[in-house]
């Protein structure tokens, strides 16, 4: 089978493509709810085992999906019910708020690719506070209960000549928080999904995905505190869409395309590091930075 | 054949595509030249009678193809021997430079969306000269002969409401510039052409290719002045690409992929609207910005 | 007095800086308003006659203003009381909306200097519908009075060689929307002003004020529809300001200030096209920018 | 003296304003030099004792001021000729450049207010090799002396939450580099030095400046590697030019300002935190970017 180039960052997606037989699959529980008025589907995918670590070909952890197809359409108050929802979703992760809480927040990605600016652009409208509340003090605030919220934008390896977990790790050792939460753009398998879904994760960021490559892994084990992650799949790996039309075409036509498959795509190097993205990447991106902004705002404010 | 579904803006491409006998079409004329030190390649393609514009589903004219995989590596002297190359072509299609003339550059394309911003930033960078000319007149400059060059970033329909062609039009009738150059960014067939290809044409802009199509072109016909276009292709419709793929498989397998294709394709509704590009297109298309702006500038000073 | 070098776009201020038997002249009546819940103060200034004209130094029309201490503090609603506030005032002066309307908004200023991008930054956020009514008809909204909205960024003379009249005036005459409704940034004399105030006015823009100076004002009478100006007060031209920090001290100090200055400040040429902004501009213009944004969303969805 | 309320950033200002018997204090050389061809005049104060810091209120090192009128005006060869100089003299005071060395360039200020965006932009388009001789080794390059250039922009503090000096520390620490280049918009007392200045300092950035105030410097003591900064100002603090343009008329109307000043300013609280720019200070600061960019470029490539 082609899964070694078929790339997804979606937990769900993995779970969907496997065999009908592995999904039962034991270390693995899935749990689903769909919310009628808001039309958001929540997926909750716990990894609970090494075994199901194998299988899923993802870290042992909590996955949450919100698959909201109204993201991308227009609306005045900003989809708040999607923001609500993933705020409640976010707080059954992040650990700590019952106290009063240091977060570091981390956008990843390249301010300067639409696609892969989403990072950046949540983090450009987080309310931010660490530093009134370093000089003003907790009397500032007419609250009982005050979480400090810092924000960086690392900026990708090309742009900085720097791994992106060098420079969080030398941010976190300085600064202190209690925990990191990182957004970053993700990969879909389906074009169906790009820019409606919204994962999260309490096992952090795993680049090139794999249980095995932890060389620059953005994780507690990397940074010594919990890291949430919050992913949207914004484009889909070229090689991917092609494999699976291709796929998709054979069956139509009665054939088996398993045995042939892996080495007509030997000739197919040219879509190495080649991304699909939809023409309204600009528009559905802004709009999916303002709801999970929103979101984070409400939890911390 | 599928040939409705692939798509490209490259004359050059859609000869290359076609077969060896119908390349000697009556009607078309090709020409190439290999500049050794700049390891540029030239390709000229014109288009002199209905029949050929028939067979290249392209209209008549000329077609210059600037091919310097150079473009994309870092330089310091930012490749002033392309630009240099570019300048030369440009001048032998702009009608009017021995004397002095006014010229409306337009900067097509989406701002926002990374691969579609070129037409904007080339038109960021350009020197400006039409309302000192209007100011000072011609005496404030040191020349025997001056241009006036103006610049219009007209936005995407999505954007404006409006068609491109409407706002060009609206705004030649009252400057009457005596040329419009315009500036896009192309789909092209093949990613090894992406970011690395300049084409120049005095047939202006087809937005759907295809002779048909007149409604939204942006040509003299629709001007009533001379419209050169200064494309380079960016993105390979995903279509394109899994079509592509498709038939170079098929191929290799020693299948006839011609007759069961179309069916196929059938399902694959879901790539309308989406593009592939590659993972460096924000630093490529500054680099290709800068080489056009420099011709430009370099021809109007 | 030294008033030809203070500036002010803010009929209110003008009106603030009169003498106070000169506020009663004939011709300028003077209403206001406080919104105790929202602390949004409304004055509206109507000039009538074209001795109110010249006493103001300020068109014939209307003049409203919305003044919101709390427009540039964090808010998760984005302020939607005082995007409310200017959408019943806006309704108060924008005509026909009573029917179906075409309107065009174009966001004057210049998108690179942070203080000048208002309206572009008001344009980047807009529902645009002209395309869709044209493409679907009204066939395709749940709705029984549906608006077109098309919008406009022409840019700045120094980017595009071009008067910005010109460019609409050309964009009128081949879109022919019912109405224009300009957004752009203004200079205020009071520093205290910035980011905190709106104005609307029903007649148009008039760069460098004055009743005088016509030949590049967008109005009903260049445009030959109603033009509706949103403006917002973003910077304080460096000669204003030192020159009323010059009088208040002269007065701190017991002096008369009138005689001397104007030869003072003969010297101080080099505060010509010079601004003064404040060190948050880029946040305060960004809220506004989504208050002004939701409120045309509002009226015309 | 109202010295308290003037700033500048340059050690140029500081000397040409101190009063002429001062100038000749011991501890602080001036040499100065030009550029015939290019109209580049070169200052170099070197402040040689403590004694010569208190005179000058800036600490112990040396200050190269370039002033380059040209520097603003449009230019094919992005004004090639100041960049050399520029890279003459930041040669001078680069430590270790005779041998392979690892330097970080961080582009400190905000990217979204135009002023303020200097750093950012030319950390932008530098030329990034750290990550390559990481990963392919020096083999990789056909050079006998490779550097190795990572570069940070770390944001304002409004948009973190943490000192600069914070993120900075923290990414040395972990990545280890052999020298700092921080690159900054400074204020400037004349509004005539605006974008046609550069300023290179072996003594990093002192934030409010001042030998004072350590807290947040960013400078060889809290580093522990050398800091090199490069500054360009941008901006004239409001207070300073109402203070100036105070004096100014004062002395031309033959009255002594020095007494009543300092009770009078007490009124003009309102200028905190307001900065003037002049009205070409996008395309301003784009040229002096790549200028900036252009020497780092050649030095390290």
């Given at each position: 089978?082609?899964?070694?180039?078929?790339?997804?960052?979606l937990?769900?997606?993995?779970?969907?493509?496997?065999?009908?037989?592995?999904?039962?699959?034991?270390?693995?529980?899935?749990?689903?709810?769909?919310?009628?008025?808001?039309?958001?589907?929540?997926?909750?995918?716990?990894?609970?085992?090494?075994?199901?670590?194998?299988?899923?070909?993802?870290?042992?952890?909590?996955?949450?999906?919100?698959?909201?197809?109204?993201?991308?359409?227009p609306?005045?108050?900003?989809?708040?019910?999607?923001?609500?929802?993933?705020?409640?979703?976010?707080?059954?992760?992040?650990?700590?708020?019952?106290?009063?809480?240091?977060?570091?927040?981390?956008?990843?990605?390249?301010?300067?690719?639409?696609?892969?600016?989403?990072?950046?652009?949540?983090?450009?409208n987080?309310?931010?506070?660490?530093?009134?509340?370093?000089?003003?003090?907790?009397?500032?605030?007419d609250?009982?209960?005050i979480?400090m919220?810092?924000?960086?934008?690392?900026?990708?390896?090309?742009?900085?000549?720097m791994?992106?977990?060098?420079?969080?790790?030398?941010?976190?050792?300085?600064?202190?928080?209690?925990?990191?939460?990182?957004?970053?753009?993700?990969?879909?398998?389906?074009?169906?999904?790009?820019n409606?879904?919204?994962?999260i994760t309490?096992?952090?960021?795993?680049?090139?995905?794999?249980?095995?490559?932890?060389?620059?892994?953005?994780?507690?084990?990397?940074?010594?505190?919990?890291?949430?992650?919050?992913?949207?799949?914004?484009?889909?790996?070229?090689?991917?869409?092609?494999?699976?039309?291709?796929?998709?075409?054979?069956?139509?036509?009665?054939?088996?395309?398993?045995?042939?498959?892996?080495?007509?795509?030997?000739?197919?190097?040219?879509?190495?590091?080649?991304?699909?993205?939809?023409?309204?990447?600009?528009?559905?991106?802004?709009?999916?930075?303002?709801?999970?902004?929103?979101a984070?705002?409400?939890?911390?404010?």
């Amino acid at each position: 089978m082609s899964s070694f180039r078929v790339r997804t960052d979606l937990a769900l997606e993995v779970r969907e493509n496997m065999e009908e037989s592995a999904r039962e699959c034991r270390g693995v529980s899935v749990e689903e709810e769909y919310r009628e008025e808001s039309e958001i589907r929540i997926t909750r995918v716990v990894i609970e085992t090494m075994n199901g670590a194998r299988a899923m070909g993802k870290p042992i952890g909590t996955y949450i999906t919100l698959e909201a197809p109204a993201m991308i359409l227009p609306d005045e108050e900003y989809h708040e019910e999607i923001s609500a929802e993933l705020a409640v979703q976010l707080k059954r992760v992040i650990p700590g708020l019952e106290k009063e809480l240091s977060v570091l927040v981390v956008g990843l990605g390249n301010r300067d690719v639409t696609a892969d600016a989403l990072g950046p652009n949540v983090v450009d409208n987080l309310v931010i506070t660490r530093h009134m509340m370093k000089e003003f003090g907790k009397a500032a605030y007419d609250r009982k209960r005050i979480h400090m919220v810092s924000a960086l934008v690392p900026g990708v390896m090309a742009k900085t000549g720097m791994e992106t977990r060098e420079i969080i790790q030398g941010v976190v050792e300085k600064t202190r928080p209690d925990v990191v939460i990182v957004i970053d753009a993700l990969a879909a398998r389906s074009t169906r999904r790009l820019n409606r879904t919204i994962q999260i994760t309490n096992t952090g960021i795993h680049p090139g995905s794999g249980v095995g490559n932890h060389r620059n892994a953005i994780t507690q084990d990397a940074l010594g505190i919990p890291v949430i992650a919050i992913g949207v799949p914004t484009v889909v790996d070229a090689a991917t869409i092609v494999s699976d039309a291709f796929e998709k075409m054979m069956r139509l036509a009665g054939e088996e395309p398993l045995e042939i498959q892996d080495d007509l795509f030997a000739g197919q190097g040219e879509l190495y590091n080649m991304y699909v993205t939809g023409k309204d990447v600009d528009y559905e991106i802004k709009q999916i930075s303002h709801i999970i902004c929103n979101a984070l705002n409400s939890i911390f404010e």
